[in-house]
């Protein structure tokens, strides 16, 4: 592909924080940014030169973002099928329509990366009440029900401990198809963030470790310190994934690391991850620039981690005194990124970014205000 020239414009499917880095990212390369969105009071409307407000199914509104954007890309996977189609027929979509939509479904996934020799937890996928009971005589309990479209950051989960409650659960997702997997007892969660253009050249992100709470990421750091066999490993998991699904952009695999070493890959997103975010700071391309290239047909950039470094997610609400309190432990060296979006449980609102240190303690925070 000859690079998109500087001034184009970049259109972008979705109006979350992903969006509004990955258009700060555009943006600082010299191109315009176009996003669709169903909703005009979004993080990315920050960023966006034009902002296309309409049903993500309408297609009078997509075929306003496609006649404005040279190419375009997504910042979230929960979208239709009929849009990614519909896009993907009047402009450029990277990635194609056919990775988004398998990695949206976890069904789909498991069985698209489990094909490719890719270790995944012991499963079973289920779409009626026999095969879910079948499921939990197959099973070792505890074991999680996820729905297999919708669910992100804990929804769309319920961990089930009780074989007779196992069907309950599942009727509690509404029911349809689900994926139902065994308990991993891991050593530590980590991810690993590749990109892959359309010539196949690929480049790899240092591993991140990731620290959840009720299914919400609340601190990733880097290095990941987990052995070098063991990232070998998910390295290869991560190539075999880009090259067997063809994939143009970046892939975040998140990873389980075993005691005796192993890795299982849990989810697969292809497009920015949460735990990437330090990226921005810590490495000399970010991982949305690194997307940004990609899209507009430049050179990968350098991903090598140039020095140690800490996310922590502020959730639910910002305490800007505890805030205030981590930029005087770490003077010059916390980023603070806000996301414009109003307060509310459980809601992502922002992150910090600390250097020089993977191992820095999220502060204590008043009662409703959690970082990290």
């Keep these: 592909m000859t690079p ?17 880095m990955l258009g700060e990212a555009a943006r600082a390369l010299g191109y315009r940014v176009a996003a669709l969105t169903d909703v005009a009071d979004c993080p990315i409307a920050a960023v966006a030169d034009e902002l296309v407000v309409g049903a993500y199914t309408d297609r009078q509104t997509i075929g306003r973002l496609a006649a ?8 979230t996977e929960t979208l239709p099928a009929a849009t990614l189609e519909a896009l993907a027929a009047e ?16 069904a789909k996934q498991r069985r698209f990366t489990a094909g490719l020799g890719i270790a995944v937890p012991v499963h079973r996928i289920v779409a009626s009440e026999e095969e879910v009971e079948a499921a939990g005589r197959e099973l070792a309990l505890p074991v999680v029900v996820k729905r297999a479209t919708g669910g992100y950051d804990g929804r769309g989960q319920v961990w089930v401990a009780d074989r007779a409650a196992l069907v309950a659960a599942w009727r509690e997702l509404g029911g349809g198809t689900c994926v ?62 880009a090259a067997g699904a063809g994939l143009v952009g970046i ?15 849990n989810e697969v997103a292809a497009r920015p991850h949460n735990s990437g975010h330090l990226t921005i700071e810590a490495c ?5 620039e690194q997307l940004v290239r990609i899209v507009a047909g430049l ?11 800490t996310m922590l997610n502020l959730v639910s609400e910002i305490d800007e005194d505890a805030l205030a309190a981590l930029a005087a432990a770490y003077p010059g060296r916390a980023f603070v990124h806000r996301y414009g979006k109003a307060p509310r449980p459980g809601r992502k609102l922002g992150h910090v970014t600390v250097l020089g240190s993977n191992r820095v303690r999220p502060p204590e925070a008043r009662p409703g205000c959690e970082i990290g």
Aim: hydrophobic letters at 45%; a negative charge.
């Design 4 to 20: 998109l020239p500087s001034g184009s414009v970049i259109g972008i499917v979705g109006g979350g924080q992903l969006g509004l």
């Design 68 to 75: 404005l954007a040279g190419v375009v890309t997504v910042e």
């Design 91 to 106: 402009v450029e979509l990277v990635p194609g329509a056919g990775i988004v939509l398998t990695t949206q479904d976890r």
């Design 180 to 241: 139902i997997e065994e308990r991993v007892d891991f050593a530590c969660e980590f991810s690993v963030i590749v990109c892959r253009d359309r010539a196949g050249n690929l480049a790899f992100f240092d591993p991140i470790r990731n620290v959840h709470r009720n299914g919400i990421l609340r601190i990733s750091t880097a290095p990941a310190e987990i052995p070098a066999d063991s990232a070998a490993v998910a390295r290869e998991f991560a190539f075999r994934f």
């Design 251 to 265: 892939a975040c695999l998140e990873c389980y690391l075993l005691e005796d070493g192993g890795v299982l890959v």
């Design 284 to 288: 000399a391309t970010s991982q949305f």
């Design 299 to 309: 050179p990968l950039g350098e991903t090598t981690l140039r020095e140690p470094a």
